[in-house]
């Protein structure tokens, strides 16, 4: 009948040439999403750096702008970096009062193994550049923390450093012994799991199964380069703040003062505790500290150090720097002395471990490394044992500043 | 010929049907990857 529709012979037909031409649109608009993308965040970086976002954390692209700029130092480390404090490096550089920003990269609790597949995953962008990497010596005594591991894993920084060209096979058979540690991870990604368990086999053939999942592994990689290009876009799009200017106010960096404002601001919120902590934290946490006292001998803390699995891990990040030829800073703060030694009553020598090793591994790979050892007894310097205090904060300041101008002694 | 019929309107109509859903997939994929971890670690 002429008024009939004509018939579908073969509806699925009807399907394919729409889905087709639909992918290839999307797959366009994702190419010039990752052409538009690095540009645009090149042009904000003003605030993009300095700004604490999952968006750099998760992804590359944002870490990689930072890496490049000449005015721009990334700085490396954990909760420090997003724990709100006066004078923070990311807030007390963000107007480059001395010529340069800081860009913070980091969560809570993010650990060294994840630090070292940021810095991995940006690759090559390091060649000849500064970048910073604040650790938490506390973080030495504590086990692979599963949950610290899973809420700051990327996969997308995970699948560039396995499938990337940036480090050789031996490195990256390191590396796959560490993350398969954690597999719970790994779940959602069978190639990259496949790669990790070919990259730790001894059996003749691992090479060849690496080698397999490699063009699968470099895919998912273009797609997960192309879904981060996509997350900086929106960011960009949704939150206009992060498109104003932020011009450079330069000033003079008079340490002293800054120093004594700083202890003017923090002091009355420190001073009625005995480990020198924050007092709103030792209130809330006063029990845990007091279980600790009892317990914790100079054996158990010098075995705790010696075994902690992070050395393996900050090992191959200094490795992995030198590899990649970026010039970096191993920032270590001041320990928190008087919880340590006066409140726990432990001998200052056992940390003699942390600092023998720290200075091991950053003289084999060429790393600067600021350990402030002769500020470890110095009050008011940790708002608890992991982050520190705004007095901390300045030195610290000072520390990347002169390291920033090449004169860091 | 209607509206319905004309096999180019039904051929776009496909294709915006398509590329609706494979926005909202790409949308929906770059935040779970990079703005919210699966996991959120709640400590120190």
Redesign the interface.
Same mark, same amino acid.
């Given at each position: 009948m002429s008024g009939d529709?004509?018939r579908l012979t073969n509806p699925s037909v009807?399907?394919l040439?729409?889905?087709l031409?639909?992918?290839v649109?999307?797959v366009v608009? /994702?190419v010039g999403a990752a052409g538009i993308a690095p540009r645009w965040a090149r042009a904000h970086l003003d605030a993009l750096g300095p700004a604490n976002l999952?968006?750099k954390n998760?992804?590359v692209l944002l870490q990689r702008e930072a890496a490049l700029a000449p005015a721009i130092i990334p700085l490396y480390g954990s909760?420090e970096l997003v724990r709100p404090s006066e004078f923070r490096a990311s807030e007390f550089f963000a107007q480059r009062p001395d010529g340069f920003a800081v860009s913070p990269v980091g969560?809570?609790?993010t650990p060294l193994l994840v630090t070292l597949q940021e810095i991995g995953a940006v690759g090559t962008a390091f060649a000849g550049r500064k970048v910073i990497v604040i650790l938490s010596p506390s973080e030495f005594l504590r086990a692979d923390?599963r &949950?610290?591991y899973?809420?700051?894993? &990327?996969?997308?920084q995970s699948e560039i450093v396995i499938f990337g060209s940036q480090f050789d096979l031996a490195f990256k058979r390191r590396v796959a012994q560490r993350l398969l540690r954690f597999p719970e991870v790994l779940d959602a990604d069978p190639v990259l799991r496949f790669a990790l368990h070919r990259l730790v086999d001894t059996a003749p053939l691992w090479r060849a199964g690496y080698y397999l999942a490699l063009p699968f592994g470099r895919l998912q990689t273009q797609v997960?380069r192309?879904?981060?290009a996509?997350?900086v876009l929106?960011l960009l799009a949704r939150q206009p703040s992060y498109r104003q200017a932020v011009p450079a106010v330069s000033q003079p960096l008079e340490w002293g003062s800054l120093a004594d404002s700083a202890m003017r601001v923090y002091r009355p919120r420190a001073a009625h505790n005995p480990a020198g902590f924050e007092d709103a934290h030792w209130k809330q946490f006063q029990p845990n500290y007091r279980t600790q006292r009892g317990r914790t001998t100079d054996s158990i803390f010098r075995s705790d150090l010696q075994g902690s699995p992070l050395w393996t891990d900050l090992g191959l990040l200094l490795e992995g720097l030198k590899d990649l030829g970026a010039e970096p800073l191993v920032l270590s703060p001041p320990l928190p002395g008087q919880y340590y030694f006066s409140y726990l009553g432990l001998s200052p020598s056992v940390w003699q471990v942390y600092y023998r090793r720290l200075r091991a591994l950053t003289s084999a790979t060429g790393a600067r490394l600021a350990t402030f050892e002769a500020n470890n007894l110095d009050p008011f310097l940790s708002r608890?044992p992991?982050?520190p205090s705004p007095v901390c904060w300045v030195l610290l300041d000072r520390t990347i500043d002169e390291f920033s101008h090449d004169i860091l002694h | 010929m209607?509206f319905?019929?004309d096999p180019r309107i039904?051929?776009?109509a496909?294709?915006?049907?398509?590329?609706a859903i494979? /926005?909202a997939l790409?949308?929906l994929? &770059?935040?779970q990857?990079?703005?919210?971890? &699966?996991?959120?670690?709640?400590?120190?």
């Open positions: 529709p004509p009807h399907h040439g729409p889905a031409v639909s992918l649109l999307s608009g /994702l999952p968006q998760l992804g909760s969560g809570r609790g923390a &949950s610290q899973a809420g700051n894993y &990327s996969r997308l997960g192309w879904l981060d996509v997350s929106e608890d992991f982050h | 209607t319905y019929t039904r051929f776009a496909r294709v915006l049907q398509y590329l494979q /926005l790409i949308y994929s &770059s935040h990857a990079l703005v919210t971890p &699966s996991f959120i670690y709640q400590g120190f």
